[in-house]
């Protein structure tokens, strides 16, 4: 989310919304966007064909009549760039053509989370298609920890790989990687954060090494993998190897590249923007057997979005690697027997269950230290547990984040006193590279990251001076609001926010981040029906019309229960309210309506 000012100026301000129910306050996006008139937005309105409200909120995006066609409508052969823009990548692609031609038997070694499953999914299922034997390893997070670790890549050299493609991993792995010297190369497709050099291997195809000028610095590694599967088909191709044989569909690889550039909160900006909207359409035709034995598990409902990816798939995805078997999610990605992905699909479900009922139980506890620390003025939160979940404990953060609106470290005790866990960071506050500040001065035994999120490990007793460290560097997060700013990007009247409207907004789509939904105000409005729905009464079904009467909009509250605006969306006798939240066009059973999703709401004055 974009950042705020701490101290607003007057005009800022959204319908003099300072404390809402929820305690936020509700300010404009973008100073532009409080200028209903503005010649940028009405230009790429008149160019685009959308409504100035979407016109202006186009604009707020530092885009004009020229680029906002673009953003509407992504493609692959516009933002699409020369892989080779990429340090080491014709050096990779070389090797891996090479492999292809000699029949190599080829080891991929990936993460446990959904971008390293994805990009290990794309490497894998790519050196087959062309004729490769593959295998492949993921490490348990309990056991081995993250990235390369030398009795795994020993084995993998044993039982023949000539070739290592180490996926989402590898660029700080330097000395374990050195152990492998004469007897496999290695290629490295990573996108985290260097601290230095790359390490001493055949390549390392990294976005984010110092050195690596290609500006494309928002990619996950399954985006890197993809732009490194077109390098080594291209190589293959001046080579002859197609002459009589067919290509691979790389477009078919867009499915997964997209779920993982969700998931791994990319920015949805640039190349990561077609790649998803893309992608998106690849994962709609349903044809990967794993993904598609997924979406009928977690009940996924067309139209497929981002949301889909990041809510409903990756989560499940994600789960085998936090508390169960590692490879579970790759396994389910390279399936190729429809009977075989729907058990798996149905055992990461039944795992994800776990998993939230392992975070539950963590949360509580978590919370009111968390509370405890916010209160005393921390800059940082820092909570550890000696009975936590590893593997969830990345989870609780972003949660308590969310909550406290301050960057959160949250640790697992293990038995041999070591704390080990991962951290999540708030807009403008680079967590990662305060990780790794402290791993080199000796604070963290192991650290690393990137600016919203990183993992890191140390000796139990080192938690205190680790904290006071953190304090410090990051001072400047004990300035921000106790609640995270509700940022809006346009008012809109009951009467306003219609399906054309909601249409309208979603072209602007896919959201998450570098691309916020935008959040509209609805003013003034009164509940003429509440109703609770869905499982144990979860969410709140609310009817609203205008102060005046009117025509009426229907809209939601998820987590009602938790949420400080229930109660008075609930009383008929409430005051009138405004309403922050997404306006979204929803089509059942042949209909199309609008809907109006609830974020925040505030007591009208």
């Known amino acids: 989310m974009d950042a705020a000012p701490s101290d607003p100026a007057e005009g800022a301000v959204v319908l003099g919304v300072r404390s809402s129910l929820g305690g936020r306050r509700w300010l404009w996006r973008d100073s532009r966007l409080a200028d209903a008139g503005g010649r940028i937005g009405l230009m790429i309105a008149q160019q685009a064909g959308v409504s100035e409200l979407v016109g202006q909120m186009l604009a707020a995006r530092g885009l004009d009549g020229n680029t906002a066609a673009t953003f509407l409508d992504p493609t692959l052969r516009a933002l699409m760039p020369d892989p080779s823009a990429l340090q080491d990548m014709d050096v990779a692609a070389d090797r891996l053509a090479e492999a292809v031609r000699q029949g190599e038997t080829v080891a991929v070694f990936g993460d446990y989370d959904v971008d390293g499953a994805c990009a290990a999914a794309l490497v894998t299922g790519l050196l087959r298609q062309l004729g490769c034997p593959v295998m492949t390893h993921v490490p348990d997070r309990m056991t081995e920890g993250y990235g390369p670790n030398a009795p795994a890549l020993d084995a993998l050299v044993a039982r023949g790989a000539t070739l290592v493609v180490c996926v989402d991993c590898g660029t700080a792995a330097g000395d374990v990687l050195a152990t492998l010297a004469g007897r496999a190369d290695i290629v490295v497709l990573d996108h985290h954060k260097a601290e230095g050099p790359p390490p001493s291997v055949l390549a390392t195809v990294n976005p984010n090494r110092p050195d690596c000028v290609s500006g494309q610095r928002g990619l996950c590694a399954a985006g890197v993998a993809f732009l490194t599967a077109v390098a080594t088909i291209r190589a293959l191709r001046r080579a002859g190897w197609f002459a009589g044989r067919p290509e691979p569909d790389l477009m078919a690889f867009l499915d997964i590249v997209a779920l993982a550039t969700v998931c791994d909160v990319m920015p949805l900006t640039g190349l990561n923007r077609a790649l998803v909207t893309q992608g998106l359409k690849i994962l709609a035709r349903r044809r990967r057997l794993g993904l598609d034995a997924l979406m009928e598990v977690a009940g996924a409902r067309d139209p497929l979005s981002a949301f889909t990816c990041g809510f409903a798939l990756g989560p499940r995805i994600n789960a085998g690697g936090r508390i169960a078997e590692s490879g579970l999610g790759l396994e389910l990605l390279l399936c190729d027997d429809a009977a075989e992905a729907r058990r798996l699909a149905e055992r990461l479900d039944a795992v994800n269950r776990r998993r939230q009922t392992v975070e539950s139980t963590i949360l509580d506890r978590a919370m009111e230290e968390a509370a405890a620390q916010r209160a005393a003025g921390h800059a940082v939160l820092v909570l550890s547990g000696r009975d936590w979940h590893p593997g969830v404990v990345g989870i609780v953060a972003g949660r308590i984040k969310e909550r406290f609106n301050r960057p959160v470290l949250v640790g697992a005790e293990l038995e041999d006193g070591t704390v080990k866990g991962s951290g999540r960071s708030v807009a403008d506050i680079d967590l990662g590279a305060a990780i790794i500040a402290a791993r080199q001065m000796g604070l963290l035994t192991t ?149 109006f999703f609830i974020r925040d709401a505030a007591v009208a004055t």
């Open 447 to 595: 650290g690393g990251g990137h600016a919203m999120a990183a993992g890191f490990s140390l000796p139990g007793y080192g938690v205190s001076a680790l904290h006071d460290f953190l304090n410090e560097r990051l001072r400047d997060a004990a300035a921000l609001p106790d609640a995270v700013d509700v940022l809006i990007e346009g008012v809109v009247h009951v009467a306003g926010a219609t399906v054309a409207l909601a249409t309208d907004i979603g072209r602007m789509a896919p959201f998450g981040a570098g691309n916020d939904e935008p959040v509209l105000a609805i003013p003034r409005v009164r509940v003429v029906r509440a109703d609770r729905i869905g499982r144990e009464g979860g969410t709140l079904r609310v009817l609203v019309e205008g102060e005046g009467g009117g025509p009426r909009l229907k809209a939601l509250l998820f987590r009602a229960d938790d949420h400080p605006a229930a109660a008075m969306l609930e009383d008929r006798n409430a005051p009138p309210l405004h309403l922050a939240g997404w306006l979204r066009a929803e089509n059942w059973n042949g209909r199309t309506d609008a809907s």
